[in-house]
């Protein structure tokens, strides 16, 4: 891994913490981790021939993914001000869920980076019909496009609902 890998991984999985306080939704606040992510795409996607089970892993670990930002999205705290704005602060849980998937991938692809992981994805790739790495390169990037994106659906959709309501009662008052 380059050390700007290492800084987006990081930043990613720290992005969280950052929201472990409240809040204002703003836009540019949900759109930091699609940034990142936006770079790491177009360094890392790339072409390759689907054969084996590439399709049915790019799958589950895109699956996996949506489920815990899903699950993040749903354990972090969202509520409207006074104003009618959106504040959204990310709990124990929220966290729990969201260092899950991207500290997961941060170490898989430390492991391997190993001599002894390498090798065990090797196995596994062959016993499994996995027919290239770039099959989980694609797979661990749409796994953290799938969380990103789950996530910010879920508190968009969370906070929308909380200002609509508030803004007529607001207006009427």
């Known amino acids: 891994m380059s050390v700007t890998e290492y800084i987006i991984d990081i930043g990613l999985i720290a992005i969280v913490v950052r929201q472990m306080r409240a809040r204002a939704m703003?836009?540019?606040?949900?759109?930091?981790?699609?940034?990142?992510?936006?770079?790491?795409?177009?360094?890392?996607?790339?072409?390759?021939?689907?054969?084996?089970?590439?399709?049915?892993?790019?799958v589950l670990f895109t699956l996996f993914g949506i489920v815990l930002g899903l699950a993040?999205?749903?354990?972090?705290?969202?509520?409207?001000?006074?104003?009618?704005?959106?504040?959204?602060?990310?709990?124990?849980?929220?966290?729990?869920?969201?260092?899950?998937?991207?500290?997961?991938?941060?170490?898989?692809i430390l492991w391997t980076d190993?001599?002894?992981?390498?090798?065990?994805?090797?196995?596994?790739?062959y016993h499994h019909s996995i027919?290239?790495?770039?099959?989980?390169v694609t797979a661990l990037l749409l796994m953290a496009v799938g969380e990103v994106l789950a996530r910010i659906a879920v508190l968009r959709i969370r906070g929308y609902l909380l200002t609509s309501r508030a803004t007529p009662a607001a207006a009427t008052s």
Do not use: H, K
Not at 114 to 125: D, E, P, R, V, Y
């Open 26 to 58: 703003t836009l540019q606040s949900l759109l930091l981790p699609v940034v990142l992510l936006a770079w790491a795409c177009s360094e890392y996607l790339r072409g390759f021939a689907v054969g084996g089970n590439d399709v049915l892993l790019i």
């Open 72 to 108: 993040s999205g749903l354990c972090t705290r969202v509520w409207a001000s006074s104003t009618g704005q959106a504040i959204a602060q990310a709990g124990w849980w929220a966290a729990f869920f969201w260092i899950a998937g991207m500290g997961f991938r941060f170490f898989f």
């Open 114 to 125: 190993s001599a002894s992981g390498g090798q065990s994805i090797t196995n596994f790739s």
């Open 131 to 136: 027919t290239s790495s770039q099959a989980w």
